[in-house]
């Protein structure tokens, strides 16, 4: 456990390293892994396809946006499965909670072993659901740097906004909160009435998105709004299976 985390965190950091040159434009000749093997691809990757469509920067953001989507695809349908789950396995981990009720270290050691053996026999982790989002920070961060430090994409326009300008009119903040809230409801889907972490998160998020996207770049805001679309369309496409799946695993848990 303690190695994932110590992984995630030198991810992170990796990821975060380039954060300090926001104002420096990115180009060919930008040094470090951060800005060499992800913003400027991505900034790239954006012009070439904004070339192929009229010089339409907010058409070839959208398609960016659908292809990371469909790569994180598998993440997503991983996420939601475990996120059941755990909703499904809800009352077994609450008959272990009372078998070992005290708080000393030895009965919540104990009590951590024992739920660790239930997530395990029913092939459940607990921590994958964090997954997506994990991923999905550091393509966010890499996006930013991507709009602001490539001139061509930050001065340019997409419908009624500057794409390197926060929304004037809060409208593409407001869908990223809605859709935010959609998609994790979607992906929740009663789970959160067992869990009040859970159920906190659920409104959390999208208040923070709504937060974020009043001050960040427009195409920030367009990027986390198609993507929530995209995977709330994804999530209709697997419910089936999955909720099957869940059915199966509260079969076995009665």
Known sequence: MRSRVLALCLVALFFLSGCTEVQ??????????????VVYPISQ????????????????????????????????VKQIRNTKAMGALQPEIEKLKEQYPDKDAHSQQQLQEKMMELFSHYNVNPLSGCLPILIQMPILIA???AITRTKEISENNFLWMNLGSPDPYYFLPIIAGITTYMGQKLI???AENDN???AMMLWVMPVMIV??????????????SIGN???IAQSFFVKDHIEKRTATLLKTTE
Do not use: C, D, K
Request: proline share 6%; glycine share 6%.
């Open 229 to 231: 679309i995209f995977m």
């Open 24 to 37: 420096e434009p990115i180009t060919r000749e930008s040094e470090g892994l951060w800005n060499e093997y």
């Open 196 to 198: 009040p972490q859970m």
């Open 45 to 76: 990757t954006i012009i070439y396809l904004a070339q192929l469509f009229g010089n339409n920067f907010g058409i070839a953001i959208i398609i960016v946006t659908v292809m990371i989507r469909v790569l994180i695809f598998p993440l997503m």
């Open 188 to 190: 929740m889907a009663g």
């Open 143 to 145: 996006f930013f740097h």
């Open 211 to 224: 937060i974020f996207a009043l001050n960040f770049p427009a195409a920030l805001s367009l990027y986390w």
